[in-house]
């Protein structure tokens, strides 16, 4: 390898480096973060939870949270829906549709809120 290449990969390797090197350690939680704060407002505007959206074309719209129970509806991508409530594991979330007023269950898989961070 010429002295000309070893220099050029040497100053690449110390630029990428340099950056990981000075970078301050990171906290497992914001600096202003209440440890006995649940609600969302603990960590501010950053870590906020946005609405829910449809992440896909069309999703069913169940009677129960469960792939085999009783078909309701369709909730269309283009549809504003409400949200009442979600399973613990987030896995189904109760919903209606307010074009349709269809209420039932729709898959967390493609139904799910937008969440924010932000990187200090």
């Known amino acids: 390898m010429s002295a000309r290449r070893i220099a050029v990969l040497a100053a690449t390797a ?3 480096a ?7 350690a990171a906290n497992a939680a914001p600096a202003h973060a209440s440890s006995s704060a649940t609600s969302v407002k ?3 505007e950053c870590d ?3 609405p829910y ?3 896909a074309k069309a999703v069913n719209i169940r ?7 009783t078909k309701l509806g369709v909730l269309y991508k ?4 409400k949200v009442h409530s979600t399973t613990k594991s987030g896995s189904w979330v109760n919903i209606t549709d307010r074009k349709t007023g269809k209420r039932g269950w729709v898959s967390g898989a493609y139904v799910y809120p937008t969440v924010y961070t932000c990187l200090h």
């Open 14 to 16: 110390a630029a990428v």
């Open 18 to 24: 340099l950056p990981v090197v000075s970078a301050p």
């Open 42 to 44: 603990a960590y501010g």
């Open 48 to 50: 906020r939870v946005g």
């Open 53 to 55: 959206k449809l992440h």
């Open 63 to 69: 009677s129960k949270a469960s792939a085999s129970s």
């Open 78 to 81: 283009s549809h504003k829906f």
